[in-house]
């Protein structure tokens, strides 16, 4: 009987201990869950007010391009700040699309369109609309295809490859300061791989498991230049 109690008592201790191991496991899963969500409010609050900073501008500099417009006899000068226009214009355009995006993610409401892509006409159709941006900045943009790559097709959704794809690309040439952008098409076992190149900076190792977090960008001073808001590689 003696034996019995203190094999009881030992089952009962060793019971008693993996409770109580799984209720810290469980403490600190919550804990660590409750710093992600804390950690994701206040990139949201602050990419908010780094938002309604960057509507400000454009919509003032707005406001005052078409007051002096207004009294511009020049129609030289005219063009220059209907240019400006344009381009506080795109800047609002710009902004206003990332919000939407973030409230549709949030939403979940994204949902890819299955369908057959041709791959290599949308990487043509990229590389055409961006080279010319390229160009203005001194850099060479190209697209090389692998042999079997000219009538590449993969099924998937084609405005959101486009989308990650112009991401890629827009990024590429925006941050490459000589050199130029790279972008490859070539199968990959039953598959396809595009690669985007650039001669540019890079990112900090250290950084490259924080990129693809939302609001998240490798040079804080990338918003006050108007060029980002974080969301892209998310």
Known sequence: ?????????????????????????????LTELNDALQAASRAKSDFLGAASHDRRQPVHALALQVAALRGEPDSTRRQKRLDRIDACVGAL????????????????????????????????????????????????????????????TARGDPLLLERVLRNLLVNAVRHTRQGGVLVTLRGRGAGWRIDVRDSG???????????????????PSERQRGEGLGLGLA
């Open 1 to 29: 009987r003696a034996r019995r109690i203190a094999m009881e008592v030992e089952f009962q201790l060793v019971l008693a201990r993996q409770q109580r191991d799984a209720a810290k496991a469980e403490q600190q899963r």
């Open 93 to 152: 355009s710009g902004l206003f699309d990332a919000l939407l995006d973030l409230s549709r993610i949030d939403a979940g409401v994204v949902a890819p369109q299955w369908q057959p892509v041709p791959l290599a006409l949308l990487l043509d159709e990229l590389v055409q609309t961006h080279r010319a941006e390229a160009e203005r900045k001194g850099l060479w943009l190209s697209l090389r295809l692998s042999a079997r790559a000219h009538g590449a």
């Open 201 to 219: 900076p890079g990112i900090d190792p250290a950084l490259h498991a924080r990129v693809f977090d939302e609001f998240f960008q490798a040079s």
